[in-house]
């Protein structure tokens, strides 16, 4: 059956008086959700060795939407070595920051670009 995980919970259990006299415990097999776990932080290490080492400049971004639900700006939040080896850019400079402030890009352009490149596929 192999090895199993189980998380313990104990309880101590008080009388009118608020004295103990029993301590309950309590168990839950969290097995399956230490090897998804365990999956997932393999899987995000796989991921991060590409991100690191890809020689392409790569960042990740974050859509802001405005109230009508049109894309108006972006924040960068993570690029690799590879993007600061082919933007004007230092670290530091980048990460958090809008594309609006960063770029320079209205938030018209941005929209404009998006649009333009969701449709190459």
Known sequence: MGERTFLIIDQ???DE????????????????RKQAEAGLQASEQKL???????????????????????????????VNEAFYQVADYQPGQVVGNLATRLYGMSPETIRAFWEAHKKCH
């Open 17 to 32: 008086n608020g004295r103990n006299f029993a301590v309950q415990s309590s168990s839950i097999d969290i097995t399956e």
């Open 12 to 14: 101590c259990l008080q």
């Open 48 to 78: 991060r060795t590409l991100f690191d080492t890809m020689t392409e400049g790569v960042a990740l971004n974050q859509v802001i939407y405005d109230e009508k639900g049109e894309m108006v700006d972006y924040r960068i939040l993570e």
